[in-house]
Antibody, heavy 117, light 106 residues
Framework: QVQLQESGPGLVRPSETLSLTCSVS????????WNWIRQPVGKGLEWIGR???????NHNPSLNSRVTMSVDASTNKVFLDLRSVTAADTALYYC???????????WGQGTLVTVSS | SYEVTQPLSVSVALGQTARITCGGS??????LHWYQQRPGQAPVLVIY???NRPSGIPERFSGSNSGNTATLTITGAQAGDEADFFC?????????FGTGTKVTVL
């Protein structure tokens, strides 16, 4: 059974970089895409972007290229950096496995990130 | 950008049928997925590629997708089905979620 676990600081100051890690267990990270999705408390889901271990990636244009994602297949970890954060980036951040035909079939439990000074 | 719309809420009597719609331009031409999110929990995939149920998802969940509307049907709704439901599609390698529908079982 594939399991995903997000980790990172719960508090980030405005204008700084939000950095999160997704640790994957129970399966290989070497295939499929790994995605970041966020959800402001009480609101809907927003896709941030995805990365494939080959290096191929896509991100949500609404984030204006503030996003960098990477994969370390040797440690089964996926990383997210979101630069120049504002209060609007406060949300529950999820990592999830999936791509076009499969949907997001495995999700982490999410990690809450608050942007505040 | 691709816009995906859902009704804000749907109510259904216990044991009856709930239908949740998901609208978008020519959405029937896309692979569409549905997620259930119970309060305080991560979303769970309940339908993938329009009509397919992942292992462990009850048969009372079914999906269809044609034209400009996709529909998630819960046949014989249970109290435990109360949740938010989101549809999701891909458009030019970008994922878009619907606005979400809160399902209340009366």
């Amino acid at each position: 059974q594939v399991q995903l676990q997000e980790s990172g600081p719960g508090l980030v100051r405005p204008s700084e970089t939000l950095s999160l890690t997704c640790s994957v267990s129970g399966g290989s990270i070497r295939t499929l895409y790994w995605n970041w999705i966020r959800q402001p408390v009480g609101k809907g889901l927003e896709w941030i972007g995805r990365i494939h271990p080959s290096g191929s990636s896509n991100h949500n244009p609404s984030l204006n290229s503030r996003v960098t994602m990477s994969v370390d297949a040797s440690t089964n970890k996926v990383f997210l950096d979101l630069r120049s954060v504002t209060a609007a980036d406060t949300a529950l951040y999820y990592c999830a496995r999936g791509q076009e035909a499969s949907g997001f079939d495995y999700w982490g439990q999410g990690t809450l990130v608050t942007v505040s000074s | 950008s691709y816009e995906v719309t859902q009704p804000l809420s749907v109510s259904v009597a216990l044991g009856q049928t709930a239908r949740i719609t998901c609208g978008g331009s020519n959405i029937g031409s896309k692979d569409l997925h549905w997620y259930q999110q119970r309060p305080g929990q991560a979303p769970v995939l309940v339908i993938y590629r329009n009509t397919n149920r992942p292992s462990g998802i009850p048969e009372r969940f079914s999906g269809s997708n044609s034209g400009n509307t996709a529909t998630l049907t819960i046949t014989g709704a249970q109290a435990g089905d109360e949740a938010d439901f989101f549809c999701q599609v891909w458009d030019n390698s970008i994922a878009f979620f619907g606005t979400g529908t809160k399902v209340t079982v009366l």
